[in-house]
């Protein structure tokens, strides 16, 4: 098993930043990529950035491109969200994902999770 654990999350303004960690432990030579998925309240949970194992190669969301930064440390498990120019529509649980496999732009059964950090932005 996969165990992650977030942290990073709280209120900011309109205009400001944020960063998220999420540490991974356990077995995670398993794990194809991490990221970020997110949850507003009433909507669905959308994917939000994912960063490859292997290559570090970094998909976006077309809601976040050229604001957020997913980047990650192998020393030491952690997979980091940058968000800068945060917007009152980022409101939202966070949560970090963990794949076994691809793709990364929707969620799977095989799916490891975090228990979610809170972001808002207000106006």
């Known amino acids: 098993q996969v165990q992650l654990v977030e942290s990073g999350g709280g209120l900011v303004q309109a205009g400001g930043s944020l960063r998220l960690s999420c540490v991974a432990s356990g077995r995670t030579f398993n794990i194809y990529a991490m990221g970020w998925f997110r949850q507003a309240p009433g909507k669905g949970r959308e994917f939000v950035a994912h960063?490859?194992?292997?290559?570090?190669?970094?998909y976006y969301a077309d809601s976040v491109k050229g604001r957020f930064t997913v980047s990650r440390d192998n020393t030491n498990g952690t997979v980091y969200l940058q968000m800068n120019n945060l917007e009152p529509g980022d409101t939202a649980v966070y949560y970090c994902?963990?794949?076994?496999?691809?793709?990364?732009?929707?969620?799977?059964?095989?799916?490891?999770w975090g228990q979610g950090t809170q972001v808002t932005v207000s106006s």
């Open positions: 994902n963990g794949k076994k496999y691809p793709p990364v732009f929707v969620t799977t059964v095989s799916d490891y």
């Open positions: 960063i490859k194992r292997s290559d570090s190669t970094t």
